[in-house]
């Protein structure tokens, strides 16, 4: 197994990808970009199992460690290759708290479990203190991605109503749903305001990446060819050229395919979707993408213990390329009853 190397190696490598991030010497978007494996990392312990979930410019991890017990702790994994005392909410009473999102200021959110209502509730933990969020009017609020000025995203379920997605922008909300859907969650939101995640469709079961744009145009379904579930994760604006400064905004996430096999994926509009698997897993996600284009997710090995992974992408011709599946017509939706979708990761 290939591992991220410590402390002043783990800075020194990823200095090297600050110089020489994805797409810097390309002056339009690749025809096909590659990932490129960098290494593996685990939370510290045995049997835990590791599900980060976002990155962050600066190169800090965000995510979710699940211990022998079941119990869910958020962590960080720092620059150096270091990693965080397990993150709980004092307000934890259900053994879930869950990092989601991380920013260039080591501002951290997620959500957490209250058993006693059973519903979650969203965090944000900076100096070592969290401070709870809930979306007003809302029974559930779980806080899933923020950019760097603070701004961020979520989904939360309104009193008696249908679970919608939410963005906080300079403190006004915003919530949102796709037509028809039953649950939509918003997962990132990036500094041009465009924001992904996906959404459960009328039949109730079914998962569908979308992105909405910074005018609130909503693009869904995002899928790619023979997808029976898809996920978006995390976008970023990707800056590939720093004289033009030619944004492009790229998702990642994961999909399911007809034989139950899992695969990470990297989308963009302009291109579709660049496939990725773990070398012998059945089962990756890519989870999070920085604006140097290093990405974060994980694998399941074969006795079924998830590991965190690390790539980058870059120009090349090799990767494995699906195009967008065609839409088909949504059925109406009628829920008999308001249903909370518990986030994936």
């Known amino acids: 197994m290939k591992k991220i190397p410590p402390f002043i190696s783990f800075i020194v490598g990823f200095t090297a990808l600050a110089l020489t ?20 990392f685990d939370y510290p312990g045995t049997g835990n199992q590791t599900r980060p979930q976002k990155i962050s410019d600066n190169f800090a991890v965000v995510g979710i460690f699940v211990d ?27 053994n879930v708290t869950e990092g989601r999102g991380i920013n260039n200021s080591l501002l951290v959110c997620g959500d957490y479990l209250d058993a006693t209502s059973g519903t979650f509730h969203g965090f944000f933990f900076s100096n070592n203190t969290f401070q709870n969020y809930d979306v007003p009017d809302s029974t559930t609020t779980i806080v899933l991605g923020l950019n760097n000025i603070g ?84 976008n970023t604006v990707l800056r590939h050229n720093a004289r033009r400064r030619h944004d492009v905004n790229i998702m990642v996430g994961r999909y399911t395919d007809a034989a139950g096999a899992t695969h990470g994926i990297l989308f963009s509009p302009q291109q ?3 496939v990725y698997d773990f070398p012998g897993a059945t089962f990756t996600s890519l989870n999070g993408i920085n604006e140097r284009g290093v990405v974060v997710g994980r694998y399941t090995d074969s006795s079924g213990i998830d590991h965190g992974i690390l790539l980058k992408v870059q120009n ?8 967008l599946a065609p839409p088909s017509a949504p059925a109406q939706a009628s829920p008999e009853r308001a249903v909370f979708t518990e986030p994936a990761y």
């Open 272 to 274: 579709g979707f660049v």
């Open 151 to 234: 701004d961020f995203a979520g989904s939360a379920t309104p009193t008696g109503g249908i679970q919608e997605a939410f963005l906080n922008i300079g403190g006004t909300v915003t919530e949102f749903a796709v037509t028809d859907a039953t649950a939509t969650l918003a997962y990132q939101l990036n500094a041009n305001n465009q924001s992904c995640g996906y959404y459960v469709d009328s039949s109730g079961v079914t998962t569908h990446g979308f992105w909405r744009d910074s005018d609130g145009t909503i693009h869904a379904p995002i899928d790619p060819v023979g997808s029976t579930g898809t996920i978006l994760f995390g």
């Open 316 to 323: 090349g011709s090799a990767g494995v390329m699906l195009p």
């Open 68 to 94: 022998p017990s079941g119990a869910s702790r958020g962590f960080i994994m720092f620059s150096d290759g270091t990693f965080s005392i397990p993150l709980v909410d004092p307000n934890d009473t259900g």
């Open 21 to 40: 991030g994805a797409f810097a010497q390309s002056p339009e978007v690749p025809e096909a970009p590659i990932l490129q494996l960098l290494g593996t």
